[in-house]
């Protein structure tokens, strides 16, 4: 099977940055996606294909990728960032086109 | 705009099939533009991709699962569908259906995309 793995866990203080990682050895080769889901509710895209952002995404999030890890940023962190936050991508083989990360909760302090 | 709903039993005895089907408004489910595709989540986990269709009804399964998925598509209803046999309480989830806008690209013949829409999700208890 194929992994990505990201940080369980990621604290800031509101106006501060959050970066989370996502490392995965397929990422240098395929385009990565970021979700935020927050509680009861459906995950939303935020970033697609590594670092483009969907219309109605703040400005506040972007996605940048360098050899096996991506990175989404968000700056200048409000609380309504508060969320769990999952990567995507697919492997180089096309036996998982759709690969989720195990999530990362991000909380405002 | 583009709506999806899940629909189907909330509760599942175990050994038997789960089914589930995606209603789509605002849309058709026969554009050639567009995949579909089932995500589920445990509670408390994370997301897990179980499998997805094209209109003309190709599909691709999530190898941890193949062998207990069927997913098809009834253009006539604008509606896809998931069956998940022999059940067991590790299935209990979250069961959403999502839309996949691809990429442009493909990886050995596989198209790639985004989960840009999605449904609200359903609760799927296994339990005797």
């Known amino acids: 099977s194929y992994e990505l793995t990201q940080p369980p866990s990621v604290s800031v203080s509101p106006g501060q940055t959050a970066r989370i990682t996502c490392s995965g050895d397929?990422?240098?080769?395929?385009?990565a996606y970021w979700y935020q889901q927050k509680p009861g509710q459906a995950p939303v895209l935020v970033i697609y294909?590594?670092?483009e952002r969907p219309s109605g995404i703040p400005e506040r999030f972007s996605g940048s990728s360098s050899g096996t890890t991506v990175t989404l940023t968000i700056s200048g962190v409000q609380a309504e960032d508060e969320a769990d936050y999952y990567c995507?991508?697919?492997?180089?083989?096309?036996?998982?086109?759709?690969?989720f990360g195990g999530g990362t909760k991000l909380t405002v302090l | 705009q583009l709506q999806l709903q899940e629909s189907g039993p909330g509760l599942v005895k175990p050994s038997e099939t789960l089914s589930l089907t995606c209603t789509v408004s605002?849309?058709?489910?026969?554009?050639?533009?567009?995949?579909w595709g089932w995500i589920r989540q445990p509670p408390g986990k994370g997301l897990e991709w179980i499998g997805s269709?094209?209109?003309?009804?190709?599909?691709y399964y999530n190898p941890s699962l193949k062998s207990r998925v069927t997913i098809s598509v009834d253009t006539s209803k604008n509606q896809f569908s998931l069956k998940l046999s022999s059940v067991t309480a590790a299935d209990t989830a979250v069961y959403y259906c999502?839309?996949?806008?691809?990429?442009?690209?493909?990886?050995?013949?596989?198209?790639?995309?985004?989960?840009?829409?999605w449904g609200q999700g359903t609760l799927v208890t296994v339990s005797s």
């Open positions: 294909k590594d670092s």
């Open positions: 605002g849309g058709s489910i026969s554009s050639s533009s567009y995949y």
């Open positions: 397929a990422l240098p080769k395929q385009y």
């Open positions: 999502a839309r996949i806008l691809p990429d442009g690209y493909t990886i050995f013949g596989v198209v790639i995309g985004r989960f840009d829409y």
């Open positions: 269709i094209y209109y003309s009804g190709s599909t």
């Open positions: 995507q991508s697919a492997d180089s083989s096309g036996t998982y086109p759709w690969v």
